[in-house]
């Protein structure tokens, strides 16, 4: 064999190799071979946090490689997602959203990225309530009270958040609206760093996950109020709802969903979803998940996609009758 015939049939076999490469990442049969990175646009300790590590070490112990939690908290998740709409569409960059993914549209006027158009969903994974708590150094212990209270003192009381254009902040807001009451807002960058505020006293009110808040309510640092959910909760089933407490049709919960960035192949996008619709079903990961009071969903993609244009919808609709501007 000649030289020339020599460097034909290695570039052959080099052109089948990238074919056959090309076919298997179309497929998404290879996937996935190298480390996979969940950015978690909120800091440690919150729901986005907690499920984004759950998920990822479920991840990992299903397919042998290595999940990793990237936190990027701030502007109310928008520095994260505005991170997976840059990144490269090769599910190795993925994303846990919250509700910010669907408040946003409506509280801002112009964001760095396209909500619907620049990620791929791939399931949403689960929703959970939020709870009303105050901090041990305010004397009341029911939501009636609580207005009592701070109609007393006009601008006297603050309330914290897990920032701008998350349920925590849409919670207080409704419920300030809803009682005509003012008070100060002192935005935290996430769930973590906003209940450490609320333990240290540096705000007086918080609607934060039940689950996060429990522990420190068991101990009396903090006092819980009501829930936002339709029904009380079984962990906390003394808490009585807010449409119990006087506030009738209040309801806010926050749904959790994992997204890729635009144009990630189908075939990876599918097997994620069907991944993590199995990791859900798993009966030790529903007693865990749901004992912290998430609802399990691990919706299809084109599902999870029917849901985000109802609830930008439905917010925009809600935020605008409720008076609440974007900024």
């Not at 090309?22 to 998404?28: E, L, T």
């Not at 009381?157 to 300030?176: E, V």
């Not at 609206?177 to 935005?187: A, G, S």
């Amino acid at each position: 064999m000649n030289k020339a015939m020599k460097n034909h049939r290695l570039s052959s076999l080099a052109v089948a190799v990238l074919l056959m490469a090309g076919v298997q990442a179309a497929n998404g049969e290879a996937y996935p071979e190298k480390t996979i990175r969940i950015i978690a646009p909120s800091s440690p300790g919150g729901g986005i946090d907690v499920l984004a590590r759950f998920l990822g070490a479920k991840l990992t112990e299903s397919w042998g490689k290595t999940v990793v939690v990237d936190n990027r908290p701030g502007a109310g998740g928008i520095i994260g997602t505005s991170a997976v709409a840059q990144a490269s569409p090769d599910g190795y960059t993925l994303l846990l959203i919250a509700g910010g993914y669907t408040l946003n549209p409506s509280l801002y006027k112009k964001l760095p990225y396209d909500t619907m158009n620049d990620f791929e969903r791939i399931s949403l994974l689960a929703c959970a309530p939020n709870m009303l708590v105050v901090h041990e150094s305010i004397p009341v212990k029911s939501v009636s009270e609580l207005v009592a209270y701070a109609r007393s003192r006009p601008d006297g009381l603050t309330f914290g958040s897990s920032g701008i254009g998350t349920t925590s902040y849409l919670s207080a807001m409704l419920f300030l609206q809803r009682t005509k009451l003012k008070m100060v807002h002192v935005p935290y960058k996430g769930a973590g760093l906003s209940n450490k505020a609320m333990l240290a006293g540096e705000v007086n009110m918080l609607f934060s996950a039940p689950h996060e808040m429990v522990p420190y309510a068991r101990e009396g640092r903090v006092r819980p109020l009501a829930v936002t959910s339709s029904k009380r909760l079984p962990l906390v089933a003394d808490v009585p709802t807010l449409a119990e407490a006087g506030f009738p049709g209040f309801e806010v919960n926050t749904c959790y969903g994992m997204l890729a960035p635009a144009r990630t192949p189908t075939a990876i996008i599918e097997k994620l979803s069907s991944k993590l619709a199995d990791i859900l079903k798993t009966p030790d990961v529903r007693k865990q998940l749901e004992s912290l009071s998430f609802t399990l969903i691990g919706s299809t993609p084109q599902e999870f996609t029917d849901w985000a244009r109802k609830d930008l919808a439905r917010w925009s609709t809600e935020l605008r009758e409720a008076g609440i501007q974007p900024e």
